[in-house]
Every structure is written in C-alpha cells, then in structure tokens.
C-alpha cells in the first residue's frame, strides 16, 4: 500500500520534503519500516504488511506509529 500524509498547503516540493522526512522518522524509531517510492513523479510511504504471523493489532500498531509521525507527535 502507497501512502501519503497530505497536511493542509503542503504541495509539490515542499511535500515530497514532508513525505521522505515522515519515512525516515518511522523508521528511525524502530517501531516500524516504510520504504520511499516514487509514485506518480512524487514521493510515497510504502507500507507491506505481509507474514503468517501477523494480526490485527501489528497493523494497527504500524497505523499509529505512521500518524503518530505523520502528526508530528514523534515518541
């Protein structure tokens, strides 16, 4: 799944900045891993969940910790 956190009068550049910054502070955190991408000419969130363990809440856990940062509430 490709993502993008769109915060109001952010476009172009100054959202592709957004979207790489949001990336690189998950993953940072340890608590998930999103993979850039380029989707379309901007910037993405790549988000794959995928394994015969995972349950709902390991979704819902990778959810928060995306608009946690997103958000900018971080840790």
């Known amino acids: 799944v490709c993502v993008v956190h769109t915060?109001?009068?952010?476009?172009g550049d100054l959202?592709?900045?957004h979207t790489k910054l949001w990336v690189e502070q998950?993953?940072?955190s340890g608590l998930a891993y999103l993979t850039p991408a380029v989707l379309g000419g901007r910037w993405v969130a790549r988000?794959?969940?995928a394994g015969l363990t995972i349950e709902r809440a390991d979704?819902?856990?990778?959810?928060?910790?995306?608009?946690?940062?997103?958000e900018g509430d971080g840790l």
């Open 7 to 11: 915060p109001p009068n952010f476009d």
């Open 15 to 17: 959202l592709d900045a």
């Open 26 to 28: 998950v993953n940072a």
């Open 47 to 49: 988000v794959s969940v």
């Open 59 to 70: 979704v819902d856990a990778v959810w928060h910790t995306m608009r946690r940062f997103a």
